[in-house]
């Protein structure tokens, strides 16, 4: 049994324990409904986490790759099996529609299943050397315990593309969800439980970044961390982090621009900009803040696009037909209020949206504002809103257009809408991003490819695909005298 007291409790080698408090799930579509009350460990419960894991890593770095293959496949599979029932979950505790929710269950499932795989297939090289009677093997090794701190945005898809390949290459786990959304996390450390995982290989504890993610920050027993969420907060960890010698992965924030041509066709333009910039109420690291529009196609652009998000149906997560459902959280709803006030201040225009929605049940609903208006140098430009806010930028040519997408301190995805091969080639060599993509929105992506930016947005290793290996395993080169 391990739900306890009416309380969802932390996991710590191997045993469910009660936090030192207790914190409810509150469901952003209604504040009514709560999701549950988890646990919020204090600094003590971190330590033992961190301790167990610690104690867990010389087994589990030695174990054979068929016992990770087979724990982490039956993880996927439980997932797969029951992607409707955590995609309600997870679309109750952050408010995405089910559709949405539903998908990105089914994608944590693929990723497990994935890296089960990838847990076969650790390569290494042999070469020969270049003084006689020498043979050298280049190795892939675990790191040892790995910290993982996620945001709420992608509450199973970002804790599975972390936990995923650490245990397949043999590292050890303690993960601190995002405080507003742990239910997705929580049911992921069930599923390794249930799945056999030896005590102390993963360890889940939730509440405060102040708390548990500064105590898993400094501790000397953490060699990595792979950190998503701010940019502020990615940064301070980084120079914690660095401090105590640890490898640290920090996938931070976007100003991402999708670019669109006189020659798009427009409703493939239009449907690109929708999607990309507000689906999930545009609080994904990838969406398109900046629609960076040349002349000939701005006007039609903007009024085809104004006319859709007008149309789009806003509403309760989990309520059929709901096509965007509220902000996370009330701090989150302000921020993207704020931010369409400070456009309306810097002489952007408001086409449509961004004022606050009444809907039956109370949450943090807004409609979707697109601002017309904007030059690159403005704050809307500049800053990540994550909400549901687009601003527009109308440029001359391609030329001014490139330049003025790559004017950012960010660099994660960045996206073109064209029918000409030339100008779809040019951007994909010259986008200063990690990610670039061509008449398809600028958030979406596999789980079989690396996943990551430039600049501002991302420091460290790639995640996901291959790539992954990277950052959850050290090299070892061994030379040896040949008999
Ligand atoms: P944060 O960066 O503050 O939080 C991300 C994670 O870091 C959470 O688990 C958080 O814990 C934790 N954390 C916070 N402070 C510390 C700390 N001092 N040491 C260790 N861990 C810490 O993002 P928020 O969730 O607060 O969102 C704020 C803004 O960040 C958003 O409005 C958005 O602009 C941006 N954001 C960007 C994301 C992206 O993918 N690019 C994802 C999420 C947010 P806790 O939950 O307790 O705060």
């Given at each position: 049994?391990?739900?306890?007291?009416?309380?969802?409790?932390?996991?710590?080698?191997?045993?469910?324990?009660?936090?030192?408090?207790?914190?409810?799930?509150?469901?952003?579509s209604?504040?009514?409904?709560?999701?549950?009350?988890?646990?919020?460990?204090?600094?003590?419960?971190?330590?033992?986490?961190?301790?167990?894991?610690?104690?867990?890593?010389?087994?589990?770095?030695?174990?054979?790759?068929?016992?990770?293959?087979?724990?982490?496949?039956?993880?996927?599979?439980?997932?797969?099996?029951?992607?409707?029932?955590?995609?309600?979950?997870?679309?109750?505790?952050?408010?995405?529609?089910?559709?949405?929710?539903?998908?990105?269950?089914?994608?944590?499932?693929?990723?497990?299943?994935?890296?089960?795989?990838?847990?076969?297939?650790?390569?290494?090289?042999?070469?020969?050397?270049?003084?006689?009677?020498?043979?050298?093997?280049?190795?892939?090794?675990?790191?040892?315990?790995?910290?993982?701190?996620?945001?709420?945005?992608?509450?199973?898809?970002?804790?599975?593309?972390?936990?995923?390949?650490?245990?397949?290459?043999?590292?050890?786990?303690?993960?601190?969800?995002?405080?507003?959304?742990?239910?997705?996390?929580?049911?992921?450390?069930?599923?390794?439980?249930?799945?056999?995982?030896?005590?102390?290989?993963?360890?889940?504890?939730?509440?405060?970044?102040?708390?548990?993610?500064?105590?898993?920050?400094?501790?000397?027993?953490?060699?990595?961390?792979?950190?998503?969420?701010?940019?502020?907060?990615?940064?301070?960890?980084?120079?914690?982090?660095?401090?105590?010698?640890?490898?640290?992965?920090?996938?931070?924030?976007?100003?991402?621009?999708?670019?669109?041509?006189?020659?798009?066709?427009?409703?493939?333009?239009?449907?690109?900009?929708?999607?990309?910039?507000?689906?999930?109420?545009?609080?994904?690291?990838?969406?398109?803040?900046?629609?960076?529009?040349?002349?000939?196609?701005?006007?039609?652009?903007?009024?085809?696009?104004?006319?859709?998000?007008?149309?789009?149906k806003i509403d309760h997560a989990?309520k059929?037909g709901t096509e965007m459902g509220p902000?996370?959280?009330?701090?989150?709803?302000?921020?993207?209020?704020?931010?369409?006030?400070?456009?309306?201040?810097?002489?952007?225009?408001?086409?449509?949206?961004?004022?606050?929605?009444?809907r039956d049940t109370?949450?943090?609903y807004?409609?979707?504002?697109?601002?017309?208006?904007?030059?690159?140098?403005?704050?809307?430009?500049?800053?990540?809103?994550?909400?549901?806010?687009?601003?527009?930028?109308?440029?001359?040519?391609?030329?001014?257009?490139?330049?003025?997408?790559?004017?950012?301190?960010?660099?994660?995805?960045?996206?073109?809408?064209?029918?000409?091969?030339?100008?779809?080639?040019?951007?994909?060599?010259?986008?200063?991003?990690?990610?670039?993509?061509?008449?398809?929105?600028?958030?979406?992506?596999?789980?079989?490819?690396?996943?990551?930016?430039?600049?501002?947005?991302?420091?460290?290793?790639?995640?996901?695909?291959?790539?992954?290996?990277?950052?959850?395993?050290?090299?070892?080169?061994?030379?040896?005298?040949?008999?």
């Amino acid at each position: 049994m391990s739900i306890i007291d009416n309380q969802y409790p932390n996991y710590i080698n191997g045993d469910w324990v009660l936090g030192a408090k207790a914190q409810p799930n509150v469901n952003p579509s209604d504040v009514a409904d709560v999701v549950g009350l988890y646990s919020q460990a204090d600094v003590a419960q971190t330590e033992a986490a961190i301790d167990a894991a610690y104690d867990a890593f010389p087994a589990w770095s030695t174990s054979t790759i068929q016992r990770r293959f087979d724990i982490l496949d039956a993880v996927g599979s439980a997932i797969l099996a029951r992607k409707d029932e955590f995609g309600r979950l997870l679309s109750r505790e952050e408010g995405k529609p089910l559709a949405e929710g539903i998908g990105e269950a089914a994608r944590a499932g693929y990723i497990f299943k994935f890296f089960a795989g990838e847990a076969l297939r650790i390569e290494g090289q042999h070469l020969g050397s270049v003084r006689p009677g020498v043979d050298i093997d280049v190795t892939r090794e675990p790191l040892g315990v790995i910290g993982m701190i996620t945001p709420w945005n992608f509450p199973i898809a970002i804790p599975a593309w972390k936990i995923a390949p650490a245990l397949a290459f043999g590292n050890c786990v303690v993960l601190k969800p995002a405080d507003i959304v742990p239910g997705c996390a929580w049911e992921i450390a069930k599923l390794l439980h249930e799945a056999g995982l030896p005590k102390g290989v993963f360890n889940l504890v939730m509440g405060r970044g102040s708390v548990v993610g500064e105590t898993i920050v400094n501790s000397p027993k953490v060699t990595a961390i792979s950190f998503t969420g701010s940019v502020a907060t990615g940064r301070s960890i980084g120079a914690k982090s660095f401090a105590t010698g640890k490898k640290v992965q920090l996938e931070m924030g976007g100003k991402n621009p999708l670019v669109v041509l006189d020659d798009a066709a427009l409703p493939v333009a239009v449907d690109v900009a929708l999607n990309g910039s507000f689906f999930s109420t545009g609080q994904r690291c990838t969406a398109s803040s900046r629609l960076i529009v040349t002349e000939g196609i701005h006007d039609k652009f903007v009024e085809a696009l104004a006319e859709k998000l007008q149309a789009l149906k806003i509403d309760h997560a989990l309520k059929a037909g709901t096509e965007m459902g509220p902000a996370a959280s009330e701090a989150q709803l302000e921020q993207d209020l704020n931010y369409v006030e400070i456009a309306r201040q810097e002489g952007g225009k408001v086409v449509c949206g961004g004022e606050r929605l009444n809907r039956d049940t109370e949450g943090f609903y807004l409609s979707p504002a697109l601002i017309t208006e904007t030059a690159p140098a403005m704050r809307i430009n500049r800053e990540e809103v994550f909400g549901p806010v687009a601003s527009v930028v109308r440029v001359k040519t391609y030329e001014e257009a490139l330049a003025v997408a790559n004017d950012t301190e960010f660099g994660l995805s960045s996206g073109i809408c064209t029918s000409s091969l030339k100008y779809a080639t040019h951007f994909k060599r010259h986008a200063q991003a990690g990610m670039v993509m061509i008449n398809l929105p600028t958030a979406g992506v596999d789980y079989h490819v690396p996943f990551g930016g430039r600049k501002g947005s991302s420091y460290g290793p790639r995640e996901q695909g291959r790539y992954a290996a990277e950052f959850y395993t050290t090299v070892k080169t061994t030379y040896q005298a040949a008999p």
